[in-house]
């Protein structure tokens, strides 16, 4: 058995049909045509796993902040360093409203994105 998991949906089309399968949807394996099971001692071919491994560290990267964001970051940076609280305030609040979080670390600052 095969489930839809996520928020989108599944198109499986065949000659004949297109069938759709929405998120929670449960189908069976069947629906993508004849195949086999590969032997237990084949395994995996090589380099399988390191390859599902990276689409999905891919797929769930983090977003890079924005030029305009890293901008305003950099000029927050400088108006803590002046220690101009209010001018370093109100780029955070410009910050926010793109959508991120400034984060001061002893490393420097980082963006998160704001969920």
Do not use: K, N, Y
Request: hydrophobic share 50%; with cysteine; proline share 9%.
């Amino acid at each position: 058995m095969a489930q839809v998991m996520g928020a989108g949906d599944v198109t499986v089309l065949s000659r004949d049909a297109e069938r759709v399968f929405s998120a929670g949807d449960r189908f069976s394996l069947a629906e993508f045509g004849p195949f086999t099971w590969p032997a237990p001692e084949a395994g995996l071919p090589p380099g399988a796993w390191a390859e599902a491994l990276a689409a999905h560290e891919a797929d769930h990267a983090a977003p890079a902040p924005s030029a305009e964001v890293l901008a305003l970051v950099a000029e927050r940076e400088a108006a803590r360093r002046r220690r101009d609280w209010a001018a370093a305030d109100a780029l955070r609040t410009r910050i926010a409203a793109l959508g991120w979080q400034v984060q001061d670390t002893p490393e420097g600052p980082q963006c998160v994105p704001v969920t």
